[in-house]
């Protein structure tokens, strides 16, 4: 079965770099969610879109920019970043609501390294 | 402040043995709770799932307990197996059409010894 992808699986950048970070969800999934996972702590919510808008923000920094284009993919843009930014990112995707579907796919993450 | 509390930090069972997690909630407005199983530089991955009209779920050898009135719901994990080895993430949303976010417990690290 298709799972979410995500890419760049690593990323390595310098302080005050720019990042972009790419989710493609499970096909026909409407909805997208972006988590941010430092070493030893649970998954924390940054944004989430369904069908291509802007449904719920969380503790995202006003450097970071997200959006959902029309093929439902997602980026999450990070501009001068910090080392604090150091951290795994997870994007994760749920079916059309309908049925009672609630589970959240997550993809396998991307890995930021801020030198 | 953690909406989501969990319990124990770590735990260790030995093979075969029931290892037991479990987690309190604030918000009464949450009405979806899963339990996710990570294993290291991978994604979370669903395990199992339940909504508060019930007080109890199976699913081979894992079992959700939900208590609403103490707003406390826990994960059995029955014959624990060293592949069970991972972090476990207990998580808590409510049921939006536009989806909702989870919130998570802050994990309890798992060791099955052999």
């Known amino acids: 079965a298709a799972g979410v992808i995500q890419s760049p699986r690593h990323l390595i950048k310098e302080k005050r770099e720019t990042a972009t970070l790419k989710c493609y969800p499970i096909p026909r999934h409407d909805t997208v969610y972006w988590y941010q996972q430092g070493p030893g702590q649970d998954p924390q919510f940054l944004i989430s879109f369904y069908e291509k808008m802007q449904s719920d923000k969380g503790s995202i920094p006003d450097r970071f920019s997200a959006q959902q284009f029309s093929d439902y993919h997602s980026e999450l843009n990070m501009s001068s970043l910090e080392l604090g930014d150091s951290a795994l990112y997870f994007c994760a995707s749920r079916a059309p609501w309908g049925g009672g579907t609630d589970t959240q796919y997550f993809g396998p993450g991307t890995r930021l390294t801020v030198l | 402040q953690q909406q989501v509390k969990q319990s124990p930090q770590s735990l260790i069972v030995q093979k075969g043995g029931i290892s037991i997690i479990n987690c309190a909630y604030e918000?009464?407005?949450?009405?979806?709770f899963p339990w996710y199983q990570q294993f290291p530089g991978k994604g979370p991955a669903l395990l199992i799932a339940i909504r508060p009209d019930v007080s109890e779920k199976k699913e081979g050898r894992f079992t959700i307990s939900f208590n609403k009135s103490a707003k406390q719901f826990s994960l059995h994990i029955m014959d624990s197996q060293p592949g069970d080895s991972a972090t476990y993430f207990c998580a808590a949303s409510k049921r939006e059409t536009s989806g909702s976010r989870l919130t998570f417990g802050e994990g309890t690290q798992l060791t099955v010894n052999p």
């Open positions: 918000n009464t407005a949450f009405d979806y």
